[in-house]
């Protein structure tokens, strides 16, 4: 069973084009992260979301509480976007992860 | 920018043997926690601590595995007798309040048990 699911898996992307991933989850969560993991393993986090959207730079994510859906939207993407993007929450401190979205952008 | 901290970057250990992971959380941080990662999965949750206690624990976090915070700076994940299937890279974390605030991840231990 997966708490946390997220769609496409892997994606390829020319250089410019928009981007969309996706994640659905089971479990009640105070808030829905994004996190970005680079190919050297590290992980970054660019949003928090409980409610609505946020944007920073080119990055917008949006949640829908009542159908329990996140995006993560990538505008005029670049090869530096590429990386593992992954989803997280869960009601308390046990986090839920999804399995990742391997993003390479093209130039 | 503040940062959460992890040494070793990379350890390769006998099966068996003890393993200690430090972590240096962020300073005003209140909120800790353990993930690992085995390669080519995704990140699971191991254990978060608050208040000198741990507050949650997965199934994965059993008796081989402890923390502490021995000093009121470092965080470690201590792996009492390592086997192979605890080959993975560890994350720590940390964040300022608990449930809705923003979490920060270490670069990760990577631990190799042969």
């Known amino acids: 069973k997966n708490e946390v699911e997220q769609s496409p898996q892997n994606l390829t992307a020319q250089e410019g084009e928009f981007i969309t991933i996706n994640c659905s989850y089971s479990?009640?969560?105070?808030?829905l992260h994004w996190l970005q993991q680079h190919p050297g393993g590290g992980i970054v986090s660019l949003f928090m979301?409980?409610?609505g959207k946020k944007k920073h730079g080119r990055l917008i994510a949006t949640i829908n509480i009542q159908e329990k859906h996140s995006s993560l939207h990538i505008t005029a993407s670049h090869p530096r976007d590429s990386a593992v993007y992954i989803c997280?929450?869960?009601?308390?401190?046990?986090?839920?992860f999804g399995t990742g979205t391997s993003l390479t952008v093209i130039p | 920018e503040p940062e959460v901290t992890q040494t070793p970057s990379h350890q390769v250990t006998q099966m068996g043997q003890e393993v200690i992971l430090r972590c240096v959380p962020i300073?005003?941080?209140?909120?800790f926690y353990w993930y690992r990662q085995i390669l080519g999965q995704k990140v699971e949750f191991l254990v978060s601590?608050?208040?000198?206690?741990?507050?949650?624990k997965s199934e994965i976090f059993d008796d081989q595995f402890s923390v502490e915070r021995p000093d009121g700076s470092n965080f470690t994940l201590k792996i009492r007798s390592t086997k192979l299937e605890d080959s993975a890279m560890y994350f720590c974390?940390?964040?300022?309040?608990?449930?809705?605030?923003?979490?920060?991840f270490g670069e990760g231990s990577w631990l190799t048990v042969v």
């Open positions: 601590f608050y208040n000198n206690e741990i507050s949650e």
């Open positions: 974390a940390s964040r300022m309040g608990g449930p809705g605030n923003t979490i920060y």
């Open positions: 979301l409980s409610s």
């Open positions: 300073s005003n941080h209140l909120y």
């Open positions: 997280a929450g869960g009601p308390g401190n046990q986090f839920y």
């Open positions: 479990v009640g969560i105070s808030a």
